[in-house]
T-cell receptor, first 114, second 112 residues
Framework: EDKVVQSPLSLVVHEGDTVTLNCSYEVTNFRSLLWYKQEKKAPTFLFMLTSSGIEKKSGRLSSILDKKELFSILNITATQTGDSAIYLCAVIRTTTSGTYKYIFGTGTRLKVLA | ETGVTQSPTHLIKTRGQQVTLRCSSQSGHNTVSWYQQALGQGPQFIFQYYREEENGRGNFPPRFSGLQFPNYSSELNVNALELDDSALYLC???????????FGSGTRLTVV
C-alpha cells in the first residue's frame, strides 16, 4: 500500500531557530515529490523534487530528495512567526494504466514563537 | 490572491442528498485535480482531469464523480452524501506537466 509519512507531527520552535521536516515514502512507480505550506485553507506550492541529491532553494527554505533511501527533507533556517503553518509532503506516482495518483502525508504542524 | 476559485465556500447538506462543487482553474491551466481534506489530515486525492478526460483517480467510490469543461473549469459531484463526507474539498490546477499545483481556498462541506 502506498504510504507517505511525515515527521514530526508537530513542532514548536522560537524565532531564529532552524528546523528540519521529514517525509518518507513507500510508493511504486514514483514520479515526483512535492512540498506545500498550508496556513488557512489553500496549500501553497513550495518545491517539486524529481531527481536525487539536487537541492532546491527558495530564500530560507531548501529541500532535497533521496530516492535510494526514499525520503525528503525540508529545511527552514532563521525561522519567523510567519513560517507557522502545516507543511505537507505529497508524492506523485504513475499507475499501471499510465495515469497519475497523488498521495499526501498528514503534515507537520510548525509553530514559531516570537 | 490565488488564481483558482472555488464555490461555494461553505455548504451544509443533509445525509442522502447530492452536492455539486465548482472550480475555476487558473488562467492557462488545463489540468484540474480534486482533494478531500478531513480535519487534521492531509488532502486525499479524489481524481484529476486533463483536457476534459479523467486521467487519475484515488480510492473514492463511484458516487464521487466529476467533469471538466472546455474552458477547463471543473465540477465535483457527490451523490448519496454520508456524514463522513464532511470535509474541506480542495481543487488545484496546473499547466501540462508542471506539477506545481495552485490550490483554491476550498469548499467546506458539512453533512448533517
Amino acid at each position: 500500500e502506498d504510504k507517505v509519512v511525515q515527521s514530526p507531527l508537530s513542532l514548536v520552535v522560537h524565532e531564529g531557530d532552524t528546523v528540519t521536516l521529514n517525509c518518507s515514502y513507500e510508493v511504486t512507480n514514483f514520479r515526483s515529490l512535492l512540498w506545500y505550506k498550508q496556513e488557512k485553507k489553500a496549500p501553497t506550492f513550495l518545491f517539486m523534487l524529481t531527481s536525487s541529491g539536487i537541492e532546491k532553494k527558495s530564500g530560507r527554505l531548501s529541500s532535497i530528495l533521496d530516492k535510494k533511501e526514499l525520503f525528503s527533507i525540508l529545511n527552514i533556517t532563521a525561522t519567523q512567526t510567519g513560517d507557522s503553518a502545516i507543511y505537507l509532503c505529497a508524492v506523485i506516482r504513475t499507475t499501471t494504466s499510465g495515469t497519475y495518483k497523488y498521495i499526501f502525508g498528514t503534515g507537520t504542524r510548525l509553530k514559531v514563537l516570537a | 490572491e490565488t488564481g483558482v476559485t472555488q464555490s461555494p465556500t461553505h455548504l451544509i447538506k443533509t445525509r442522502g442528498q447530492q452536492v455539486t462543487l465548482r472550480c475555476s482553474s487558473q488562467s492557462g491551466h488545463n489540468t484540474v485535480s480534486w482533494y478531500q481534506q478531513a480535519l487534521g489530515q492531509g488532502p486525499q486525492f479524489i481524481f484529476q482531469y486533463y483536457r476534459e478526460e479523467e486521467n487519475g483517480r484515488g480510492n473514492f467510490p463511484p458516487r464521487f464523480s466529476g467533469l471538466q469543461f472546455p474552458n477547463y473549469s471543473s465540477e465535483l459531484n457527490v451523490n448519496a452524501l454520508e456524514l463522513d463526507d464532511s470535509a474541506l474539498y480542495l481543487c488545484a490546477s496546473s499547466l501540462e506537466d508542471n506539477y506545481g499545483y495552485t490550490f483554491g481556498s476550498g469548499t467546506r462541506l458539512t453533512v448533517v
